[in-house]
């Protein structure tokens, strides 16, 4: 357990010691092609590698090269500020519809009692979408799917 703790507290520290991540562009094994909830190929290759990029350049500083996010994501900071939490399977993320994900990418957490600074400034709408299917790609398929039915309900207005 020490171990494991010792692991994942040193993956934090290199995720934030303001380097660039190294590339990760396809999902690993186990994990789905995924099809959008618009039924769209979301996970075109093109798209997928787009999103890998950018996530790299600008989100794994804080979220981890995987999406691993902070060691204790669900706690506060000692600045009072919740830490950034995991995009893969493990976090909340894949609890939010589509047009949530990119809400919280392109205003950012400031204004919630975070620290993720508003990218709609720096990445436009398609790479907004391009970022959340990298990470999405990390979901294995019955997450993915749950994420499907919470955003065709959204979609269509149901609670």
């Given at each position: 357990m020490k171990v494991w703790i010792a692991l994942l507290f040193s993956l934090l520290l290199v995720a934030c010691d303001k380097s660039p991540a190294p590339i990760v562009a396809m999902p690993s094994a186990g994990t789905h092609s995924g099809?959008?909830?618009?039924?769209?190929?979301?996970?075109?290759?093109?798209?997928?590698?787009?999103?890998?990029?950018?996530?790299?350049q600008n989100c794994?500083?804080?979220?981890?090269?995987?999406?691993?996010?902070?060691?204790n994501w669900q706690q506060q900071g000692a600045d009072g500020k919740w830490l950034p939490p995991p995009l893969d399977?493990?976090?909340?993320a894949w609890h939010h519809p589509q047009a949530a994900l990119e809400q919280v990418i392109?205003?950012?957490?400031?204004?919630?009692?975070?620290?993720m600074p508003?990218?709609?400034?720096?990445?436009?709408?398609a790479d907004i979408r391009a970022v959340i299917v990298w990470f999405q790609s990390l979901w294995p398929d019955p997450i993915y799917t749950a994420w499907a039915d919470i955003d065709r309900r959204a979609r269509a207005g149901e609670k």
């Open positions: 099809a959008s909830a618009a039924g769209t190929n979301a996970f075109e290759p093109a798209r997928l590698a787009r999103g890998a990029t950018l996530y790299q794994a500083t804080c979220h981890g090269a995987r999406g691993e996010g902070a060691f399977a493990s976090g909340h392109r205003e950012g957490t400031q204004t919630r009692g975070g620290n508003s990218w709609g400034k720096t990445l436009s709408d």
